[in-house]
Nanobody, 113 residues
C-alpha cells in the first residue's frame, strides 16, 4: 500500500506562483505526478515523473509548470509559475507501480484576483 500526502495549495493572483509537494510512504512506486480536476470537468493529467527522471507534461502547462523529484525523500514537487484562472482546480498527487494507481487526498489551488 502507498500513502500520498500533498501540501502547498492555496489562493494566488493571476501571474503568481505556487509550489506543491507530495510525499510518498509505504510500498515502492515507479512514477509520480499530478492530476487536477476543475468543477464540472474530468480529472486531467498535469505532469508526471519517473524514478529515472523522465517527465511528461500536459500541453496546457508546458513552459509554466515544472515537476521534479527527490528519490531519497520520496517526494515530488510541482512548481507552478505564470498561473492563470483556468489553472484553478483540486490538484491530486498520483503514484503508480505497474497496474496499481494511488491518489492523494487533493489540495485546492485557486487563481483569482
Amino acid at each position: 500500500q502507498v500513502q500520498l500526502v500533498e501540501s502547498g495549495g492555496g489562493l494566488v493572483q493571476p501571474g503568481g506562483s505556487l509550489r506543491l509537494s507530495c510525499a510518498a510512504s509505504g510500498s515502492a512506486i515507479s512514477r509520480m505526478g499530478w492530476f487536477r480536476q476543475a468543477p464540472g470537468k474530468q480529472r486531467e493529467l498535469v505532469a508526471t515523473i519517473t524514478n529515472s527522471g523522465g517527465t511528461n507534461y500536459a500541453d496546457s502547462v508546458k513552459g509554466r509548470f515544472t515537476i521534479s523529484g527527490d528519490n531519497a525523500k520520496r517526494t515530488v514537487y510541482l512548481q507552478m509559475n505564470s498561473l492563470k484562472s483556468e489553472d484553478t482546480a483540486v490538484y491530486y498527487c498520483y503514484g503508480n507501480l505497474g497496474i496499481y494507481n494511488y491518489w492523494g487526498q487533493g489540495t485546492q489551488v485557486t487563481v483569482s484576483a
